[in-house]
């Protein structure tokens, strides 16, 4: 189920609950709840034209499904236009997500996240848990990982699973490789392999991956790391990843691991590893902590706990991904056990 369809369903049940119905929309919650879609359709309508933002709403999810009339995305975005100038947050994030996906015209970024922005500030999940990726990847919006974790948390508070496993891998990266950050930064690590092995010589062909695209790689027959683990790939962030894969040219991998090995350079972990997936051999790459990074990026948010030490990063971490891993997170199960004892709060 959506994050939309389930907050409906949630206001509904929240309408129903109430004491008599006040009027159309109440009527057309009353409705749609026992399946009278027709009913709601004739009695949200009704509301929507006088004017009410909750009514506006809905009739906009039923347009956009195609639930009791035809499906319409210009009618559908046309009351929900009506609704988020009403400040309606379910409305704002629908219509942010029509922006995004061009089912209403040219697809803009930009405007989408001007919405989204509007509904995250109005404490709707789904908003701000959308919010932290484009704030972690610069889409429609500055790239700001403060920024991302603010609203990865304001998700994680509602009860957000994957928002939660997401904030607890933040702090537990941070705490792990110490406040001087995830590694080398790209910029850095391109000046350490022209020094090694010169400029134009070789070529990365990954970085940092999200967990969607981990788990596409395993599903293309990558098997390096076994499901519900973390890869390093995974760890860090796309300026900082916490693995790098690299070719160089004219060079075998394992005349290349031995060359980075024997150049001086501080790694965590260097190896040659085989085709897995879509890639080819390449040398896997893991740089050691301390790498020339910005150990403010991901300050300013609001945890429940201090986060100026790797200590009580240790127990931000030990709090989320707690959370998570009672909820039957396995990649927050793993995770925890890899965290001292003291850190697990719950």
Do not use: C
């Not at 919006?141 to 609203?151: E, G, I, N």
């Not at 950050?181 to 990365?204: I, N, Y």
């Not at 090995?261 to 085709?275: D, H, M, P, T």
């Amino acid at each position: 189920m959506s994050a939309l369809a389930s907050a409906a369903g949630a206001s509904l049940a929240l309408l129903l609950a109430s004491s008599a119905s006040a009027g159309p929309f109440e009527d057309g919650a009353a409705a749609e709840a026992k399946g009278d879609v027709a009913a709601a359709v004739s009695a949200y309508r009704a509301a929507a034209d006088a004017g009410q933002a909750p009514a506006q709403f809905a009739l906009g999810r039923l347009y956009a499904a195609g639930k009791g009339v035809p499906r319409d995305p210009a009618l559908a975005g046309a009351w929900f236009h009506k609704a988020a100038l009403q400040d309606n947050p379910g409305a704002e994030f629908e219509l942010a997500a029509m922006i995004e996906s061009g089912s209403l015209a040219r697809p803009d970024s930009t405007r989408a996240a001007h919405w989204l922005l509007k509904a995250a500030h109005h404490g709707y999940a789904a908003a701000e848990a959308d919010l932290a990726d484009r704030y972690a990847r610069g889409d429609g919006v500055s790239r700001d990982l403060s920024q991302a974790l603010h609203w990865a948390l304001g998700a994680a508070r509602q009860g957000d699973l994957d928002e939660q496993v997401k904030v607890g891998r933040f702090y537990f990266e941070r705490a792990r490789l110490g406040p001087g950050g995830s590694g080398l930064d790209t910029r850095t690590f391109s000046e350490v392999m022209d020094r090694v092995f010169g400029h134009a010589t070789w070529r990365e062909t990954s970085g940092f991956r999200t967990r969607a695209q981990e788990n596409a790689l395993r599903a293309e027959g990558a098997l390096t790391v076994p499901a519900g683990t973390l890869s390093h790939h995974s760890m860090g962030t796309r300026d900082a990843p916490g693995a790098y894969d690299v070719v160089v040219a004219r060079m075998s991998i394992n005349q290349a691991a031995t060359r980075l090995l024997r150049s001086g350079v501080k790694f965590q972990r260097v190896f040659a590893e085989g085709a897995h997936g879509p890639q080819g051999p390449h040398l896997h790459i893991e740089p050691a902590p301390g790498g020339r990074l910005d150990p403010a990026a991901l300050a300013g948010a609001d945890p429940p706990f201090d986060v100026h030490t790797p200590a009580s990063d240790y127990q931000n971490a030990g709090y989320w991904l707690t959370l998570a891993a009672h909820r039957g997170d396995d990649e927050a199960a793993k995770l925890l056990a890899r965290l001292p004892k003291a850190a697990r709060r719950i």
